[in-house]
């Protein structure tokens, strides 16, 4: 099965003439959304009402109304949506420069799905409209653009609060900042050493703000996103085993098949074979 067969390839942002884009969530997509894709940009879903399904990076969600899914570019994504309705908010990486202080590495959370309350939901949506409203225009002056930041800013600041307090939230920077330069560097840097570098700071510390947010070591963290980045190639279907090996810098295919092995208790056929299932 190859790429052209499954129609499956990345999706770059389609307005780059446009700070933002918001969307109805049943509008007319410019690309197959009903195969697995990855997207080089943020989206941001409010489900006001409806039910159906998604996968975010193999991991299932239930869809119903009052959620706020969170999608990060390059995570693999697909949406069965029996009849749900709502918006869509898509964004890239470089609006955070005018999002001070916020982050983009901040919006890097264990789970991408926010069950929300009534009247925070409908805060949110009410904001999301607004934003839609202004983007009508043709033109957009600049302060039509800074109220499009402002309001955007309101949505995402919002989502590290909600989180914090419904799960263990990753109160320290320097982990946040660490899960959000694995899949940016996991390509080329494999050493927890390389992303110490990186942030401007030593193992010790890196591993002991792990280990006390997530439980985790700094290296698992970095096979766990490795693991991760093979299964997405592997679903897209656009490489062959031996180039997979290759993109993702490993020496040799025998130890890109070793630590496949290790890690999932497969060869790198049924891993594959494996994981397209997951979205038949």
């Given amino acids: 099965m190859s790429s052209k067969d499954t129609g499956v390839s990345p999706v770059e942002f389609p307005q780059y003439n446009r700070p933002l884009i918001i969307e109805l969530l049943d509008y007319k997509n410019p690309y197959d959304y009903h195969k697995p894709h990855r997207h080089d940009y943020f989206e941001i879903i409010l489900v006001e009402q409806g039910e159906g399904k998604q996968f975010i990076d193999f991991a299932e969600y239930k869809i119903s109304g009052g959620q706020l899914y969170a999608i990060y570019p390059g995570q693999i994504h697909l949406m069965h949506r029996n009849s749900a309705t709502g918006l869509l908010i898509q964004f890239r ?37 607004r934003m839609m409203g202004l983007l009508e225009n043709k033109e957009l002056t600049p302060f039509t653009h800074h109220k499009l930041y402002s309001y955007l800013q309101i949505i995402l600041i919002s989502l590290p609060e909600f989180h914090e307090a419904k799960t263990d939230m990753l109160t320290t920077n320097i982990v946040t900042k660490f899960l959000s330069l694995l899949p940016q560097h996991i390509k080329t840097e494999k050493k927890v050493s390389d992303y110490c570098a990186l942030i401007g700071c030593n193992t010790e510390k890196l591993n002991e703000a792990c280990k006390a947010s997530l439980g985790k070591t700094p290296l698992k963290l970095i096979h766990e996103e490795l693991m991760l980045e093979i299964r997405r190639l592997m679903l897209l279907d656009e490489l062959s085993l031996k180039e997979i090996a290759f993109e993702l810098n490993f020496d040799s295919q025998g130890n890109f098949s070793s630590f496949i092995k290790t890690h999932s208790g497969l060869t790198p056929s049924e891993l594959q074979q494996a994981t397209l299932e997951i979205y038949k």
Avoid at 96 to 109: C, E, N, R, T, V
């Fill in 93 to 129: 990486k470089d609006i955070f420069k005018f999002l001070q202080p916020l982050k983009h590495y901040q919006l890097y959370f264990p789970k991408q799905v926010f069950n929300l309350d009534i009247e925070s939901f409908t805060h949110l949506y009410d904001v999301a409209v």
